[in-house]
């Protein structure tokens, strides 16, 4: 399976963008796929998650209300979209798959991933 995230960018505060990700090589509607972030001199943190049947999907309390994360079966793509953008959102962007039931917020439990955009936002 593989997965390459595309779309981020050099944006000012309030701003907008939309990450996609598109996997190949796998049953796409088998795989969980998040995004995840990392920030210079942080540890990667879960940003979104959607969910392969019922496309439940989940934020990290810092995006909520901001970010929505779909997918497209049909397309075999997933996508972030991010609104409201702040200088803190500054960081690659990661998506990331894997092909067992239920939800994770725990990087080291997926077994692909994309390898990244930057998203920088400035004041």
């Known amino acids: 399976v593989q997965l390459q995230a595309s779309g981020g960018g050099l944006v000012q505060a309030g701003a907008s963008l939309r990450l996609s990700c598109v996997v190949s090589g796998g049953t796409f509607s088998n795989l969980n796929v998040n995004w995840f972030r990392q920030a210079p001199g942080k540890e990667r943190e879960f940003v979104a998650a959607?969910?392969?049947?019922?496309?439940?999907?989940y934020y990290a309390n810092s995006v909520k209300g901001r970010f929505t994360i779909s997918r497209d079966n049909a397309k075999n793509m997933v996508y972030l979209q991010m609104d409201s953008l702040k200088p803190e959102d500054t960081a690659v962007y990661y998506c990331?798959?894997?092909?067992?039931?239920?939800?994770?917020?725990?990087?080291?439990?997926?077994?692909?991933w994309g390898q990244g955009t930057l998203v920088t936002v400035f004041q």
């Open positions: 959607v969910t392969r049947i019922t496309f439940s999907t």
């Open positions: 990331a798959a894997r092909p067992r039931a239920g939800w994770s917020t725990t990087y080291s439990e997926f077994d692909y």
